[in-house]
């Protein structure tokens, strides 16, 4: 079955920076666009980044373009997001996320706080 399990979350200070890696497995990795997706207390998930299915292209959302960089590694069904210069709005569970046959699939989600 589909799975994604994401690591590196953790705690920095505004300014810091974080990478993120999303393990996948159980579909053929090289043929699908994924995205990183975060979800904030109260608010709702929203797709703060996206790679097609071979790297060529991709996609950030307004607030986080030029700070966000997300890349993948199809020999090893890894996705991963470079967060820089952070700041306390990029608190969220962040997870990554792939559509598949008509069905959305996530993982469960990494924990990213910016605080002094």
């Known amino acids: 079955q589909v799975q994604l399990v994401e690591s590196g979350g953790g705690q920095v200070r505004p300014g810091g920076a974080l990478r993120l890696s999303c393990a996948a497995s159980g579909f053929d990795f090289s043929n699908y666009a994924l995205g990183w997706f975060r979800q904030a207390p109260g608010k709702e998930r929203e797709l703060v980044a996206q790679i097609s299915s071979v790297g060529g292209a991709t996609w950030y959302a307004n607030d986080v373009k030029g700070r966000f960089t997300i890349s993948r590694d199809n020999a090893k069904n890894l996705v991963y997001l470079q967060m820089n210069r952070l700041k306390p709005e990029d608190t969220a569970v962040y997870s990554c996320?792939?559509?598949?046959?008509?069905?959305?699939?996530w993982g469960q989600g990494t924990q990213v706080t910016v605080s002094p």
């Open positions: 996320g792939c559509y598949i046959q008509r069905v959305n699939y």
